[in-house]
């Protein structure tokens, strides 16, 4: 019996021995052809300025394939199924985020994925303060005035958003229980739709990721209000914050963060993290990010595990206090 304890014992350090080998084999040979990033939402808006800035970067520093697509549709939940049903081999990717990955699954009843059980987090890449900015023709130079407004005249002023129960939506609505205001929210089919009605002064607000607004704001063509985050954006830094405009603790932001299938082999998915962590430490990496209005943030594999499922946690509530919902 001793022997055959032994002989067992043995048998299985072999085996873990063998499988920790493979990992590492698998490691070794990635990538040997063409890595897909899954872009879940539209051109032109916020994350997919992100992802190619990566993916393109990632190309550049370490001579690997990776090709951006776009998969857009039902606030970005559509990208995330594709990412889910892909092979857990590294060859495809997702770009997450708030809207897709915190908020959808509380939206979307009939979802067939779990963001904590179907996708391993890889690499978190930055962070950004939404904004409340306006058209520059607008009567509203500040907050203040906004407020001031929506008390005298409940549900008439409007604020457009790239649709609803994203993470901008969720802002804007914090932004009227913080305030004690009324505000009317227009959904849009993505940013760029929400952007280009704010601009012609068909929605009195716009409430923005910066990445997705700013290229229009140093146009000239918005008029910034205000940013979401506790400090002042670095892009955007004669921009106060929603404290600094009177709102005493006001704090929102969302993040991006690379995302593969369940599954794939814990070396390749630290092999990834180690590359993108290398491109965000970049000078060249950051400020590409930071013209975008974003705040580059590198993690650990296992920080940014723990971030996200805290997240997807504590949001339930504030999804159903909005009162946001997908028909």
Known sequence: MFR?????TALAVATGATATAAFADTAAQYPNK??????????????????????NKLTEATQWTVVP??????????????????????????MGQKDNLILGPYLYKNLSW?????????????????????????????????????????SKVTYGSPGNGTSIHIAGH???KAAGIELTHVPYKGSNPALMDAIAGNVDL????????????????LRPLAVTSAKRSTSLPDVPTMQEA??????????????????????????????????????????AILAQGAEPQAMSVQAFDAMYKADFTNSKAVVEASGASIQ
């Open 69 to 94: 697509e776009n998969k857009a549709g039902a606030g970005g939940t559509i990208g995330i199924s594709e990412a889910v049903k892909a092979p857990a081999n590294g060859y495809d990717m997702v």
């Open 34 to 55: 063409p890595i897909r990033l899954v872009i879940p939402f539209p051109p032109g808006g916020g994350t997919d300025i992100l992802s190619r800035v990566i993916a």
């Open 174 to 176: 914090t932004f009227e």
């Open 4 to 8: 055959k304890l032994i002989t067992c």
């Open 246 to 287: 009177g709102m005493a603790g006001f704090d929102v932001s969302t993040w991006y963060g690379l995302f593969m299938p369940a599954g794939t082999s814990p070396a390749i998915v630290t092999k990834m993290n180690e590359q993108v962590n290398k491109l965000l430490a970049a000078p060249e990496t950051q400020a």
């Open 206 to 221: 716009l409430v923005s990721s910066i990445p997705s607004a700013i290229s229009q704001i140093k146009a000239g063509k």
């Open 114 to 154: 779990s963001p904590t059980k179907d996708l391993t987090p890889v690499a978190h890449i930055a962070y950004t303060p939404v904004i409340i900015a306006t058209s520059v023709n607008s009567p509203y130079h500040s907050i203040a005035d906004v407020i001031k407004a929506a008390k005298a005249n409940p």
